[in-house]
């Protein structure tokens, strides 16, 4: 049973409340549920049931692919506030992949179950409607990672993930290893390092144990 600041937060995180029946807003809420995850735990993956919808209340959450031999792409991040609908694909027929969710930090979410938006869904046009919606903005997340990978230099994605993380959290300060912005950018760690030490020698990032510290925004953003 969802706590009333939880089922405040459902009611507000979901745009099609005020237009569902009473009777459908108590199977969303009946088939809620609050789940705390721990830095770096499988939160979804391939061989994993449709878990539903996912509603982030706090921590942030990385959703990636992964290719036969083991290499991850990540697709995008959802932080606080945001929604997961991609694992929810058991219900949304038009998605034909398999995607994987971990947690980046440790993590707070309400999982709609696949069962419960399923059936509303069915029964309401705004929800359903909301739910591509949802789906179809992710894939655009899905399209800029992908044109990144391609087509982009790693200096400048760097850059851009450097940025991105620093306005995200609110500082300068990016608390991570090499191997954690490895993992999240889809790279290998030495060219992580590589990258990194040649931004410190001209100026651009200080570094020091699991810290990248931004000393020269500009500098970045002109890479860009």
Request: net charge negative; aromatic share 8%.
């Amino acid at each position: 049973m969802l706590s009333s600041k939880n089922l405040s937060i459902l009611q507000n995180m979901l745009p099609f409340w005020d237009d569902l029946t009473p009777n459908q807003k108590e199977i969303l809420t009946a088939g809620s549920s609050e789940l705390h995850y721990d830095k770096d735990t499988n939160v979804h993956s391939a061989e994993s049931e449709c878990i539903g919808m996912l509603l982030v209340t706090s921590g942030s959450l990385r959703v990636y692919m992964l290719s036969e031999e083991g290499r991850e792409i990540t697709l995008y991040r959802i932080h606080a506030g945001d929604s997961c609908v991609l694992s929810a694909a058991c219900v949304l027929k038009s998605i034909t992949f398999d995607v994987f969710i971990d947690t980046v930090e440790a993590s707070d979410v309400i999982q709609i179950s696949s069962a419960s938006i399923a059936t509303v869904m069915k029964q309401n046009v705004h929800a359903e409607c909301h739910a591509y919606k949802m789906a179809t903005e992710r894939f655009s997340d899905v399209m800029w990672a992908m044109q990144q990978i391609l087509f982009m230099s790693f200096d400048k994605r760097l850059a851009i993930f450097l940025l991105d993380e620093a306005t995200s959290s609110g500082s300068t300060e990016i608390r991570m290893t090499h191997e954690q912005i490895a993992r999240l950018m889809g790279s290998a760690r030495e060219v992580v390092t590589r990258m990194l030490k040649y931004f410190s020698s001209e100026g651009y990032v200080e570094l020091s144990r699991g810290i990248v510290r931004i000393k020269d925004k500009d500098s970045l953003k002109k890479l860009i």
